[in-house]
């Protein structure tokens, strides 16, 4: 399996309900970063968590990282519409070059 | 602030022709990422660059893949003799430091090539 895998791979839910969505990765990170794509569209990022962190909020957002299980989760509570999208995690090991390793995603569907 | 462009937005190609993918990124910015996803797929790294340098290219294909990022002037990917696993979403990000900094993505070029 690669770098930032996302568990599930497909998740419905009604709209006003919490969306739970899962990565892991293998290797050391530096920082690890949420990000929203719509379909056909770019990414919008959402939300970055440094490895010395262990939770953080940004809105309806509630991002948890553990370092010592290589996992993150990502929380949308009372979930809109508007939410439905893929959404991906990417992992940085710092340093000089800082490129971004992305998982395969979990792609969203709120229904009203 | 204008965020990271991209152009064109879609790109069509015959199988042998070149594949040029431009992409401006935002002001202040001089650091410059180059992604490939294939459909239902995460990004892919492709290459790294500041102003004239490339920093990264471990994930470039090792033939008729290229990336400039000159002084002056827009990033550019270039592709020649494109083939049909060549089509894919292209997208840039910029930022503004290396290392921890945030990368703002364009809104990507999708390639088909035919």
């Known amino acids: 399996s690669q770098q930032g895998e996302e568990d599930p791979q497909a998740l419905s839910i009604q709209e006003g309900e919490n969306a739970t969505m899962n990565c892991s990765y293998k290797t050391s990170i530096n920082n690890l970063q949420w990000y929203r794509q719509n379909s056909g569209r770019g990414l919008v990022h959402l939300i970055l968590?440094?490895?010395?962190?262990r939770e953080k909020h940004s809105g309806r957002l509630r991002v948890t990282l553990d370092t010592s299980k290589k996992s993150s989760s990502l929380l949308i509570t009372a979930s809109r519409a508007a939410d439905t999208a893929s959404y991906f995690c990417a992992t940085d090991s710092g340093g000089t070059a800082s490129k971004l390793t992305f998982g395969t995603g979990t792609r969203l569907q709120v229904t009203l | 602030n204008a965020g990271v462009m991209q152009n064109p937005r879609h790109l069509v190609r015959r199988r042998g022709q070149e594949a040029r993918l431009r992409c401006s990124p935002m002001k202040g910015h001089s650091h410059v990422y180059w992604y490939r996803q294939l459909p239902e797929e995460g990004l892919k790294f492709m290459v790294y660059l500041q102003k004239e340098n490339i920093i990264d290219e471990s994930g470039m294909p090792k033939e008729r893949f290229s990336a400039e990022f000159p002084k002056e002037g827009p990033s550019i990917l270039r592709i020649q003799q494109v083939v049909r696993g060549d089509s894919a979403a292209y997208f840039c990000a910029s930022s503004r430091n290396g290392g921890a900094s945030e990368q703002f993505f364009g809104p990507g070029t999708r390639l088909t090539v035919l």
């Open positions: 968590i440094r490895s010395n962190e």
